[in-house]
């Protein structure tokens, strides 16, 4: 029994001594701490001013270019069909070659309609023969009126009966609405073609249009006859072309504006269904305030920027207009002669000490 009573006492012991040990780093600690802090207190106090890069706040000429996508289209185009349905005789166009209006393109069986009509102007011959000699007995009272015009109606008809087989007859023949390449062909001569059949596509690529969309705030900056350039992404060549209509209203659903322009392709190296970067001219800003996008810091209600007063960074709220890839527009919050900070704008703080570096521009 001794010995345990032993053994608990040496315990209790050395737990006591490392209580008290304890304590003791933990003032020494404090007092360390309390010596530092006196020290600051009575040496510099002050945190060191960050280094940034700034700039003066200048008027500049600023040309307002909106930049944004749009599609290349035919001017005109068209899927060549049959109004009728009839074995194919004859195919009169090469594919991916340019046809003129009017040309013939496919021929279809009209043997039958042929007939038709040869039938139809028989009896149309002899039905105009007959009302001519019963205008005549009319004349001399040998008929009524009555039997006059009923020989005239019956003439009238087959007259329009002639028409109309004529009519089916020309539709047997497929020509070009209007000149342009024609594509490649989905038909063989003797085919059975019905009106559902596609023949080929044809397409009038010179000039072609340029279909796009703005927001809505720049819609009242562009007019029939306003300039624009573009590119596709097959070629690094700059276009040109001319805007010419403009829907009368603003799309609802995504608060745009569709345009569309014309531009030339004399060499069809703009192809339909092609992709477009297109730069819109809007106006040239005198007097603009620009700064560099990377001083511009969003936050929750707007964007804000840091200039610098009397050595200290100073959050200033702005309002921004159009951006370019370098900088950004300034419509309102800054002034000509202002020190706006253009890096470091993470870490500084309202009244922060800064040191700024004026860059060049």
């Known amino acids: 029994m001794k010995k345990r009573y032993i053994i608990y006492a040496v315990f209790a012991l050395g737990l006591a001594y490392l209580v008290y040990y304890r304590i ?4 020494n600690v404090e007092g360390k701490g309390a010596g530092a802090t006196g020290q600051g207190k009575g040496g510099e106090g ?29 001017n005109e185009s068209v899927v060549l069909k049959s109004e ?25 069986n009209d043997r039958d309609i042929q007939a038709q009509l040869q039938e139809a102007v028989t009896r149309q011959k002899l039905s105009s023969t007959n009302e001519n000699r019963a205008k005549q007995l009319l ?17 009238r008809s087959l007259q329009s009966q002639s028409q109309l087989v004529r009519a089916q007859l020309a539709k047997a023949t497929i020509r070009a609405p209007f000149s342009g390449r024609i594509g ?29 969309s703005i927001p809505e705030k720049y819609a009242g900056q562009i007019k029939t006859g306003s300039s624009i350039t573009f590119t596709t992404d097959g070629s690094s060549k700059e276009n040109t072309g001319k805007v010419y209509a403009i829907e009368p209203g603003i799309n609802a659903a995504t608060r745009t504006l569709q345009i569309r322009a014309l531009a030339p392709n004399a060499d069809n190296a703009l192809l339909p269904g092609s992709f477009a970067k297109i730069k819109l001219a809007l106006n040239t800003l005198q007097d603009a305030i620009l700064i560099p996008n990377q001083a511009v810091v969003p936050v929750l209600k707007g964007k ?28 309102s919050g800054l002034k000509v002669g202002d020190t706006v900070l253009t890096t470091g ?5 309202q009244d922060a000490p800064v040191k700024v570096h004026l860059v060049k521009e």
């Open 184 to 212: 490649l062909r989905n038909i063989s001569e003797g085919t059975y073609l019905t009106p559902s059949t596609v023949i080929a596509n044809l397409v009038s690529t010179n000039p072609i249009k340029v279909t796009f």
């Open 304 to 331: 804000i920027v840091y200039i610098q007063k009397n050595g200290k960074a100073q959050e200033v709220k702005v309002e921004a207009g159009t951006r370019t890839d370098e900088n950004i527009v300034i419509t």
């Open 46 to 74: 002050k945190s060191a001013a960050l280094v940034v890069d700034g700039i003066v706040v200048k008027p500049a000429s600023f040309n307002n270019d909106l930049e944004v996508t749009g599609a290349i289209d035919a």
């Open 84 to 108: 009728i349905s009839g074995l194919v005789t004859g195919i009169y166009f090469k594919e991916g070659t340019n046809v003129a209006k009017g040309s013939v393109l496919v021929k279809i």
């Open 139 to 155: 004349a001399k009272g040998a008929i009524s009126q009555e039997e006059y015009d009923t020989s005239l109606a019956d003439s």
């Open 345 to 349: 704008s993470m870490a500084l703080k």
């Open 24 to 27: 003791k780093e933990n003032k």
